[in-house]
């Protein structure tokens, strides 16, 4: 069954260092998301992308934040200059996108731990 | 602003009890709703999709109901499992915003423990 898939899945990083979060999408899926989950807290929505390019970011998505697909495959998640409250699980979906209504299918996620 | 609640935030049974889990929102104007299930520091995996225009859906042993004028949602588990234990998470696609992306909005979840 095609699965989204994502790497690493824990990173330990130093406050200030970059961060590349990737993921592999489902093939044919069209919409490409992020989110994140701070230990104990909610789920929360950072980022969607469509056509190649950022269709909606929340407040949380400021300028440390970046995606990228570089390619047909890669879906990237870069932090420029990690803080302590970027310590996360960050999970990765997509959405086939024929269907309005359509399901959002996650990754297993990759957990951030800032130093 | 859509906001989700889910009761209980925990809950504890033995095996083989039937259960309810509870999920509220505050603007009916939904897309679909969606649960998922989450164990400890692991990834979210879909149980039921329901949409909008739908009244429940069944996987299983699990059944989803859906009341969108009240802003409610049910999860059934049938014949519960010491397997089922996790923290089962709602959210829901909101209407609110424009254009096809309608982020998901999530509740905060319940986690359960089913006791052998």
């Known amino acids: 069954e095609p699965e989204v898939t994502q790497t690493p899945s824990h990173q330990v990083t130093q406050m200030g260092q970059e961060v590349i979060l990737r993921c592999v999408p489902i093939?044919?899926?069209?919409?490409f998301y992020w989110y994140r989950q701070i230990l104990g807290q909610k789920v929360e929505f950072l980022v969607s992308?469509?056509?190649?390019?950022?269709?909606?970011k929340s407040e949380i998505f400021d300028d440390q934040f970046s995606v990228e697909r570089p390619d047909g495959s890669n879906f990237t998640l870069k932090i420029r200059s990690t803080k302590l409250e970027d310590s996360a699980m960050y999970f990765c979906?997509?959405?086939?996108?024929?269907?309005?209504?359509?399901?959002?299918?996650f990754g297993e996620g990759s957990r951030l731990t800032v130093l | 602003k859509q906001e989700v609640t889910q009761i209980p935030a925990a809950l504890s049974v033995p095996e083989g009890e039937n259960l309810v889990l509870n999920c509220s929102f505050t603007?009916?104007?939904?897309?679909?709703l969606q649960w998922f299930r989450q164990d400890p520091g692991k990834g979210l995996t879909s149980l039921l999709l329901?949409?909008?225009s739908q009244r429940e859906q069944t996987s299983g042993r699990l059944n989803a109901s859906l009341d969108k004028s009240s802003g409610r949602s049910t999860l059934y588990i049938a014949a519960s499992q010491p397997g089922d234990s996790a923290t089962y998470l709602c959210?829901?696609?909101?209407?609110?915003?424009?254009?096809?992306?309608?982020?998901?909005?999530w509740g905060l979840g319940t986690s359960l423990a089913v006791n052998p």
């Open positions: 979906a997509s959405r086939e996108g024929t269907v309005p209504g359509g399901e959002l299918f």
């Open positions: 093939s044919n899926h069209l919409y």
């Open positions: 992308f469509y056509n190649n390019e950022i269709s909606e």
């Open positions: 603007d009916s104007a939904i897309y679909n």
């Open positions: 329901i949409q909008s």
């Open positions: 959210a829901v696609r909101s209407r609110e915003n424009a254009g096809n992306n309608r982020k998901l909005i």
